[in-house]
Each structure stands twice: as C-alpha cells, then as structure tokens.
C-alpha cells in the first residue's frame, strides 16, 4: 500500500517536471527565484502605505507578493504565472505559509492591472517592452512598478540601485 502511494506521488512529481521542461522550450521566459534579500528590498522600495492593490507579472512561486502581505497585511496581492507547475508551487507556497495571495494561472499580457498602485516584475526584456506599451494604455497615473534586473526600452526610472548583485528600478507612470 506505502509503495503503491509513494510510486504515485513519484510518478506525479516526474509528470509535472516533465510538463515544466516541455513548457519552458515554448515559452519565453524561465522560471528564476528572486533572491530573498532583492524581495525585501523591491518592498520596501514600493513604499506601501498598507492598503494598496499589487499585482505581481511573472509570480512564480508568489514570494514576493507573501513577503510584501506578511509585511503589509491590509494590501490586496494578485500575481499571474503563464506555468501551471510554477503556479502550483506558487499556490502551495501561499498555503503553506498562511498568507492568501490570488493566484492566477495565465498570460500576463492579459492580466487586468487598471486597478494596480504597485506592480512588480522580474522578466525578459521582449517582455518588459511589451509590458511597457500596455501599462502606458492600462495604469493610472501614479502607478508604480519595481523591476528587477530589466528595463523598460523608453520609460525612465525614478530610482534604481544595485542589490545584491542585480539591479533594481522603479518606475512611476
């Protein structure tokens, strides 16, 4: 019975392996962690005040958007991860740690931000000028958005500083 479970869970956890890998050869970004001090750095640096809407474009496994509501328990987070076995680790890290992030699994050029005060990132630049040309039609003005390592090809950034090794940028639309 012990074995017949464990060859379950076994073969379940090489499924979603598998679908991770086959996604990520069409897909263009792959799945990098944000080093935990550049998270505590990009919360701060988007001086909540503690009741703002954020979302997080590319979540993955939702760390920064548990970090910034562990922080700031009055904010309303949302992410949006394109791979579903990301986005299952990013719901299981959300589960886990107690902190209720909305998670959804989808494109992130589809992704609703009108309502967004903050909005983190941490992707490949074709994707951040795409971005770029969505959030000048979709965010209010006053908008802030913290990128990690990548910019904007014509937005320029209010502040940028160098964590841990990478870059940090925040925007204001």
């Known amino acids: 019975m012990f074995l017949n479970i464990l060859l379950i869970v076994l073969g379940l956890g090489i499924l979603a392996l598998s679908v991770t890998i086959i996604l990520h050869i069409f897909l263009p970004v792959p799945y990098v962690p944000t080093p935990h001090k550049i998270v505590e750095r990009m919360v701060e640096l988007a001086e909540f005040k503690g009741d703002e809407i954020v979302h997080d474009l590319g979540a993955g496994d939702a760390r920064l958007l548990i970090a910034a509501k562990r922080r700031y328990p009055g904010l309303t987070v949302r992410g949006c991860e394109v791979v579903p076995t990301i986005w299952f680790l990013g719901k299981l890290r959300s589960w886990w740690s107690r902190v209720p992030v909305d998670l959804c699994c989808g494109s992130i050029e589809r992704a609703d931000v009108r309502d967004a005060d903050v909005i983190f990132l941490y992707l490949i630049p074709s994707l951040m000028a795409k971005l770029e040309k969505k959030f000048d039609l979709e965010l209010r003005e006053g908008t802030r958005v913290i990128s990690s390592a990548f ?23």
Request: net charge positive.
């Open 151 to 173: 910019t904007f090809p014509t937005k320029k950034e209010v502040y940028s500083e160098m964590v841990w090794g990478k870059k940090v940028f925040v925007y204001e639309w």
